[in-house]
C-alpha cells in the first residue's frame, strides 16, 4: 500500500481483542502468547504466596482460579479446538499439545497452593488442589462457551444482529 511517498507493508499477524490473528488463522503465536502469560502471572501469584508472610493456601487457590484460568483460557474458543473429538476418547493432536504446555502452568500454581516440592507428580498435586487436568479443563471452558444459547442475553444479541440499533 502506497500513501504518498511511504510504503506500508502487511504485517504478518495482529492483535484484535486480545486474539492475536495470523494471515493463515494459525494460533501458534496466540498459544505461545497465552502460555507467557500464564507464566507471567504464576510467577507473580508465587511472590504473593511467600512461605513466610505470603497468603494462605485457600487464598492462592482462589487467586488462581479467578486470575490465572481466566487470563490463560480468554477467548479459547476462537483459538484452541476442543481436547477430544466429540462422541469419543481419541484426542486431536494440534490442542492437546497446547494444552500438554498449559499444564506446566498448572503444576506451578499447584506447587504454590500447596508449597510442594518441584518433583512432585503432577498428577498428585492436582488431586491435593481439587483442579482437574488441563485438557478437561480446556474442554470444559470449550464447551461452555458453546453453549450460549443458553445465556439469558442471547436472544437480546439475536435481536440486535436482525436490527439497526
Known sequence: MHIKDTIIHPS????????????????????N??????????????????????IPAKLTWQLYQA????????????????????????PWWSSIGIAKQLTRIQQMAAITIL??????????LNV??????TPILFQN?????????????HSKIQWIEKHDV
Not at 495482529?14 to 503465536?29: A, C, D, P, S, T
Not at 491435593?128 to 487436568?133: C, D, E, G, I, V
Request: hydrophobic share 45%; glycine share 6%; aromatic share 8%.
Open 12 to 31: 504478518p499477524s495482529h492483535k484484535f481483542l486480545g486474539v492475536i490473528l495470523n494471515q493463515e488463522l494459525h494460533w501458534r503465536e496466540q498459544a
Open 33 to 54: 502468547h497465552m502460555l507467557a502469560k500464564g507464566v507471567e502471572y504464576m510467577l507473580l501469584m508465587k511472590q504473593l504466596s511467600a512461605t513466610s508472610w505470603g
Open 67 to 90: 486470575v490465572v484460568v481466566p487470563r490463560v483460557t480468554y477467548m479459547a474458543s476462537v483459538w484452541m479446538r476442543l481436547v477430544y473429538s466429540p462422541g469419543s476418547d481419541s
Open 115 to 124: 508449597r510442594a516440592m518441584k518433583s512432585s507428580a503432577t498428577g498428585t
Open 128 to 133: 491435593h488442589t481439587f483442579l482437574p487436568p
Open 141 to 153: 471452558v470449550l464447551h461452555c462457551s458453546m453453549l450460549l444459547k443458553s445465556h439469558p442475553l
